[in-house]
């Protein structure tokens, strides 16, 4: 076994482990990690080899916390972790996981934070990791709740699927001659980050974790895997998604935002269907629509929004672990 610091040679070798894996995504990827300034973090990503070869990696950042020096995986994405090949079982698991969790301690890390990757993202589904940072005495920073629409699969039809309400909103939107497409201009991007950011600052008081800057260059970093799917009345857009293939199995849909003065054409609606017939095409098994908790208070609004398109709440998990 061996625990090998990434360096930029590495590059390539990362990228295939990700892309190969059983539970890799798009925010584990070199790529998608390099979107964020070079000062912004203080980087540890690590490759670990088992015999000779290397077959596994998990991105991390050092910070400083009130317990010290702390490993987080990974302060700039939705979820990080370690990813793993689709041979491993729990022992080969264990043997990874447990290694690298004494060379963070051999290291002098005071704290390690891990937000795993949920196990629908997952091409063989299990929980090995989670039992194993248990084991090894993680508890939980906490556990949010994400909504999770499972996909029935191609030729289902989906209306059927949702709640009344949902199917007459769907068809009111059309009826009023709301259409949604697909639009990766610039001048798209910078008409929908309008609209998210006075959504965001209407309803919440706060601003997009992404840039508009940050947004397009993602984009631009993964044209096959990124879109803005829009909804148009005429010609003036007045709602918007952001969806991310994060794997063959999963996308996510973000940044769900819409103009207030329009909300009665029902777009949020529409723009959920289509996005769920693209996942339908793409083959794929779930649409994670991501969080209705925040340090788990529900939103029972948007939880109960959420599951007229059939989605139900699954956790995702926090882990922590602090060194005495």
Request: include cysteine.
């Given at each position: 076994?061996?625990?090998?610091?990434?360096?930029?040679?590495?590059?390539?070798?990362?990228?295939?482990?990700?892309?190969?894996?059983?539970?890799?995504?798009?925010?584990?990827?070199?790529?998608?990690?390099?979107?964020?300034?070079?000062?912004?973090?203080?980087?540890?990503?690590?490759?670990?080899?088992?015999?000779?070869?290397?077959?596994?990696?998990?991105?991390?950042?050092?910070?400083?916390?009130?317990?010290?020096?702390?490993?987080?995986?990974?302060?700039?994405?939705?979820?990080?972790?370690?990813?793993?090949?689709?041979?491993?079982?729990?022992?080969?698991?264990?043997?990874?996981?447990?290694?690298?969790?004494?060379?963070?301690?051999?290291?002098?890390?005071?704290?390690?934070d891990i937000t795993g990757t949920p196990f629908i993202f997952s091409a063989r589904q299990n929980q090995h990791i989670d039992f194993i940072l248990s084991r090894e005495g993680f508890g939980f920073k906490k556990r949010e709740m994400t909504s999770v629409v499972t996909l029935p699969g191609q030729g289902t039809d989906i209306l059927a699927s949702f709640k009344d309400g949902c199917r007459?909103?769907?068809?009111?939107?059309?009826?009023?001659?709301?259409?949604?497409?697909?639009?990766?201009?610039?001048?798209?991007?910078?008409?929908?980050?309008?609209?998210?950011?006075?959504?965001?600052?209407?309803?919440?008081?706060?601003?997009?974790?992404?840039?508009?800057?940050?947004?397009i260059d993602i984009k631009k970093r993964f044209p096959d895997d990124v879109f803005l799917f829009a909804a148009y009345i005429e010609h003036k857009m007045i709602a918007g998604i952001w969806l991310i293939r994060a794997n063959s199995r999963v996308s996510v849909p973000f940044y769900i935002s819409h103009n207030h003065e329009h909300q009665e054409l029902r777009p949020i609606n529409l723009l959920y269907y289509e996005v769920i017939k693209q996942g339908l095409e793409w083959n794929q098994k779930y649409l994670d629509f991501g969080l209705f908790t925040v340090n788990m208070a529900p939103n029972y609004g948007l939880g109960r929004f959420k599951e007229n398109f059939g989605a139900q709440g699954m956790f995702r998990d926090y882990f922590r672990k602090d060194y005495r």
């Open positions: 076994m061996e625990i090998i610091p990434f360096q930029k040679k590495y590059t390539d070798t990362w990228e295939s482990i990700v892309h190969a894996s059983n539970n890799g995504t798009i925010y584990h990827t070199q790529k998608f990690l390099n979107y964020h300034p070079k000062d912004r973090f203080d980087n540890f990503h690590h490759l670990i080899s088992v015999g000779g070869k290397i077959c596994s990696v998990i991105p991390g950042a050092i910070i400083e916390s009130e317990a010290g020096k702390t490993f987080v995986s990974y302060p700039g994405a939705s979820f990080a972790g370690f990813v793993l090949p689709e041979t491993f079982g729990l022992e080969d698991t264990d043997q990874v996981v447990s290694a690298f969790l004494r060379y963070l301690e051999e290291q002098g890390f005071k704290r390690i007459r909103s769907i068809k009111k939107a059309i009826a009023r001659g709301v259409t949604v497409r697909v639009n990766d201009s610039d001048q798209a991007y910078h008409a929908y980050y309008h609209i998210l950011k006075n959504n965001l600052e209407l309803r919440h008081n706060v601003k997009p974790a992404h840039s508009l800057d940050e947004m």
